[in-house]
């Protein structure tokens, strides 16, 4: 469980809390591989120039060991943004969190070229809150974050790591042949891959990582199926996907060899694509809530991209062998 923010609509500065359960790491390590859209060189490079804080200490030493809990500040440069699908439902909302169902084509937080034209940056425009994210999907990932309403609130919520529990739905390219299925590989830098951000899965990878996979329905050419992850690793639901060899429809890293992603990234989103995103939605998180002192569940119904995507899919293929969605 991560939890990543703003602190300033002017000065671009971000804050970063390290997880719960994070060894003791470099500083520039812990960077490279939190926030993937600088290379640890580059990171580095940063960091002598004066603008990382940890625990509010400038800290020019890449080398610089850092702990959980600990607070990192980048302040970065202003960057022009790419548009995004602004829009996010409350889903629920008390004196300290707000739960939000995210639009797929939105970042959680500050990250690469991306700034104001994100959820933490939003629902402080709309709220007046600085909310601190206490999990993260991806861009293109749709459904639901939970957001702490300040950074003490956060922190309690962070001690109790250990009794999240996530659920996904993804549309899977192929017929999986299987009902349920239980992957436990562990997962790695894609060593021959020429994108930096890619992950693998293979036996001897860097982060122990597993999924648990359920069939909910099936079409002709895909699979609507549901994901339990038991780990927390960055892509770990889009990498067992392709390790299963069933893709996440739309997904341009992970459905598509390196020369086509590449080509897309290079197109600026032009290509066409089976699914105009990854079709992967958070469905429900499950956590306990130390001030109500209870387990708590919010849940996101599928979006109406994947809705429409599948009724085309039953309208013109048929399908077959359902189970109970929940």
């Not at 060593?191 to 899965?201: C, E, G, L, V, Y």
Request: with cysteine; net charge positive; glycine share 6%.
């Amino acid at each position: 469980m991560g939890k990543d923010s703003i602190i300033s609509t002017t000065t671009q500065k971000l804050i970063s809390i390290v997880p719960d359960g994070y060894k003791p790491m470099r500083l520039d390590v812990y960077l490279a591989g939190r926030f993937t859209y600088l290379s640890r060189s580059k990171w580095q490079k940063e960091i002598k120039n004066r603008k990382i804080f940890v625990n509010n200490i400038p800290i020019t030493i890449p080398h610089y060991i850092v702990y959980q809990h600990y607070v990192i500040e980048y302040k970065r440069q202003s960057v022009e943004e790419p548009a995004v699908d602004p829009n996010y439902t409350i889903l629920y909302e008390d004196d300290y969190i707000i739960a939000v169902n995210k639009s797929g084509n939105l970042p959680t937080h500050p990250a690469g070229k991306y700034f104001h034209n994100t959820l933490t940056m939003l629902l402080w425009s709309h709220t007046g809150i600085q909310c601190m994210p206490l999990n993260r999907l991806d861009r293109e990932t749709s459904g639901v974050v939970v957001l702490a309403k300040d950074g003490r609130i956060a922190s309690a919520f962070l001690q109790y790591s250990k009794t999240v529990a996530k659920t996904y739905y993804a549309i899977v390219t192929g017929n999986c042949t299987f009902s349920s299925l239980t992957v436990d590989t562990p997962i790695g830098i894609a060593q021959d891959s020429r994108i930096r951000k890619k992950r693998a899965a293979y036996p001897d990878g860097q982060w122990h990582a597993v999924t648990r996979f359920t069939v909910i329905k099936r079409y002709n050419g895909y699979t609507l199926i549901r994901a339990v992850p038991q780990t927390g690793r960055t892509h770990q639901i889009r990498v067992h996907c392709e390790h299963i060899g069933h893709p996440i429809t739309g997904d341009t890293m992970y459905c598509n060899s390196d020369n086509d992603f590449l080509e897309y990234i290079e197109s600026k989103g032009t290509i066409k694509r089976q699914f105009p995103r990854c079709a992967l939605h958070a469905r429900m998180y499950r956590l306990y809530h130390p001030f109500l002192q209870k387990m708590i569940a919010i849940k996101a119904p599928l979006p109406q991209d994947m809705r429409t995507f599948l009724l085309q899919l039953d309208n013109t293929d048929g399908s077959s062998n359902n189970t109970t969605q929940s």
